[in-house]
């Protein structure tokens, strides 16, 4: 096959599975304008440059800082990742402490590591409680929502953060469109310093496009350094345009989150009719999550079902089945959604995820741990060895042990019973 990767993809394409999952756009010819390729540019003096803008760029991003409330909104052409990245360099410049959820993306963990900061961890419900008790926390670090959609209670964390004039730094991945739902769930609108929003993955925005909203003015000068420290030089100028578009499109198409919020609630009613549950609290209400295990089917299993059926999902784990959907799904593709849940063949419920063991002691640096040497060993042979790498179990999604943190025999059982078989230890 002389063109692997392009003729899979020609070839997924083929099957013409309904979307529901990232990117945003879900292909629909109505989300962005044909002919990106023609406009595949570089810098010029006619087409500004990310990084020194002063044309272009700069009135896109002060268009989006408009649109969202933000004081500064810089584009990345790098994902979410990159605005991750510079939200951490802003905040803690100098090193230091983060209170940090344990839920968080590898991307957030790879910085701190980078950039030598010592996480603080909570469980996400704890991060109040954890902040109280480091006097010295340089920043609070959140992802809301998570991947299951569900969201923190971010006006209490930020309240609590401006009382000890430390800023809030959310990921917002999941969540770049929430600055239009009913209600609004945006975390730069709920007291958020900074949020990082991985626009493409429910957005019409091609693969790679993010913002980075900034809401405290402290951190707004060097926003751009921030970004240029992690950043390619070669952003790509079809993938800021698509921001370009979406954000405009946004702030003359808001209107279509009602609707696809209905269609969000018609389907999770039918999967409740057949006894799947959703997951509880706050949550994103355009994501859909289904709680298959709870009708007897692992999430992965779901997901090869849902896909025989012509829809391919975002996500699945041992008990979920995780679908984006955005206002470029087709009432095609909610049909053949709602087909396929109504298909499923419910059993009796699975029993539940178990009790995650307690968090184990910290060894060494979370940099020491992912930049000094490690070998892979079985997990018998790892009990009291120090993690180079996260073990992430899902559910529930936190990982049980960080890089640098002990492996108790009581996380080796808890890996073991998730079919762990080694784990990257420190040598
Ligand atoms: C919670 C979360 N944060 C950050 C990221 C990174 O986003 P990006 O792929 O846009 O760099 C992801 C990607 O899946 C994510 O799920």
Same mark, same amino acid.
């Given at each position: 096959?002389?063109?692997?990767?392009?003729? &899979?993809? $020609?070839?997924?394409?083929?099957?013409? =599975?309904?979307?529901? %999952?990232?990117?945003?756009?879900?292909?629909?010819?109505?989300?962005?304008?044909?002919?990106?390729?023609?406009?595949?540019?570089?810098?010029?003096?006619?087409?500004?440059? @990310?990084?020194?803008?002063?044309?272009?760029?700069? =009135?896109?991003?002060? @268009?989006?800082?408009? /649109?969202?409330g933000?004081?500064r909104?810089? !584009?990345?052409? *790098?994902?979410? #990742?990159?605005?991750?990245?510079?939200?951490?360099?802003?905040?803690?410049?100098?090193?230091?402490?983060?209170?940090?959820?344990?839920?968080?993306?590898?991307?957030? $963990?790879?910085?701190?590591?980078?950039?030598?900061?010592?996480?603080?961890?909570?469980?996400?419900?704890?991060?109040?409680?954890?902040?109280?008790?480091?006097?010295? &926390?340089?920043? $609070?670090?959140?992802?809301?929502?998570?991947?299951?959609? +569900?969201?923190?209670?971010i006006?209490?964390?930020?309240?609590?953060?401006?009382?000890?004039?430390?800023?809030?730094?959310?990921?917002?991945?999941?969540?770049?469109?929430?600055?239009?739902?009913?209600?609004? @769930?945006?975390?730069?609108?709920l007291?958020?310093?900074?949020?990082?929003?991985?626009? %493409?993955?429910? /957005?019409?925005?091609?693969?790679?496009?993010?913002?980075?909203?900034?809401?405290?003015?402290?951190?707004?000068?060097?926003?751009?350094e921030?970004?240029?420290?992690? &950043?390619?030089?070669?952003?790509?100028?079809?993938?800021?345009?698509? /921001?370009?578009l979406?954000?405009?499109?946004?702030?003359? %198409?808001?209107?279509?989150?009602?609707?696809?919020?209905?269609?969000?609630?018609e389907?999770?009613?039918?999967?409740?009719? =057949?006894?799947?549950?959703?997951?509880?609290?706050?949550?994103?209400?355009?994501?859909?999550?289904?709680?298959?295990?709870?009708?007897?089917?692992?999430?992965?299993?779901?997901?090869?079902?849902?896909?025989?059926?012509?829809?391919?999902?975002?996500?699945?784990? *041992?008990?979920?089945?995780?679908? !984006?959907?955005?206002?470029?799904? #087709?009432?095609?593709?909610?049909?053949?959604?709602?087909?396929?849940?109504?298909?499923?063949?419910?059993?009796?419920?699975?029993?539940q995820?178990?009790?995650?063991?307690?968090?184990?002691?910290?060894?060494?640096?979370?940099?020491?741990?992912?930049?000094?040497?490690?070998?892979? $060993?079985?997990?018998?042979?790892?009990?009291?060895?120090? &993690?180079? +790498?996260?073990?992430c179990?899902?559910?529930?999604?936190?990982?049980?042990?960080?890089? *640098?943190?002990?492996?108790?025999k009581? !996380?080796?059982?808890?890996?073991?019973?998730?079919?762990?078989?080694?784990?990257?230890?420190?040598?």
């Amino acid at each position: 096959m002389p063109t692997p990767l392009y003729t &899979a993809l $020609v070839e997924h394409k083929e099957r013409g =599975r309904a979307s529901f %999952h990232t990117p945003g756009h879900k292909n629909n010819p109505g989300a962005l304008p044909p002919d990106l390729l023609s406009l595949d540019f570089t810098e010029l003096p006619d087409t500004d440059s @990310l990084f020194e803008a002063d044309g272009p760029i700069a =009135r896109a991003e002060n @268009l989006a800082a408009e /649109l969202f409330g933000a004081k500064r909104t810089c !584009i990345s052409a *790098g994902g979410c #990742t990159l605005c991750i990245q510079a939200m951490f360099r802003l905040a803690a410049p100098g090193g230091g402490k983060i209170v940090c959820s344990r839920v968080l993306h590898r991307s957030a $963990v790879n910085t701190m590591a980078l950039l030598d900061l010592t996480p603080v961890w909570a469980m996400p419900e704890d991060v109040l409680s954890v902040l109280a008790k480091t006097p010295d &926390a340089k920043a $609070v670090y959140v992802t809301s929502p998570n991947y299951y959609g +569900q969201l923190l209670d971010i006006p209490a964390i930020a309240e609590a953060c401006r009382a000890r004039d430390i800023p809030l730094l959310v990921d917002n991945a999941h969540g770049a469109h929430l600055m239009f739902t009913e209600p609004k @769930l945006h975390p730069l609108a709920l007291g958020a310093s900074m949020t990082a929003c991985s626009a %493409h993955k429910t /957005l019409n925005v091609l693969t790679g496009g993010a913002w980075l909203h900034i809401a405290d003015s402290r951190y707004t000068a060097d926003a751009k350094e921030a970004m240029a420290l992690f &950043a390619s030089t070669s952003p790509g100028y079809p993938v800021m345009a698509s /921001l370009d578009l979406a954000r405009e499109w946004l702030r003359l %198409h808001r209107r279509e989150f009602g609707p696809l919020q209905e269609k969000v609630s018609e389907i999770k009613a039918v999967a409740q009719n =057949r006894g799947i549950s959703l997951p509880g609290g706050l949550t994103d209400p355009t994501r859909i999550t289904l709680n298959t295990a709870s009708a007897g089917i692992p999430g992965i299993e779901a997901a090869d079902l849902f896909r025989q059926a012509g829809v391919e999902p975002e996500f699945a784990d *041992g008990a979920h089945v995780v679908f !984006i959907a955005t206002p470029f799904n #087709t009432d095609r593709d909610f049909l053949r959604l709602k087909d396929a849940i109504e298909r499923l063949p419910v059993r009796i419920p699975l029993p539940q995820a178990p009790e995650l063991p307690e968090l184990p002691p910290v060894k060494t640096s979370l940099r020491e741990a992912v930049f000094a040497p490690s070998e892979s $060993v079985p997990l018998e042979q790892a009990a009291g060895r120090i &993690a180079a +790498q996260a073990a992430c179990p899902c559910p529930p999604g936190v990982p049980v042990v960080m890089p *640098g943190e002990e492996i108790t025999k009581e !996380i080796l059982r808890f890996l073991r019973g998730y079919g762990f078989f080694a784990i990257k230890v420190l040598k």
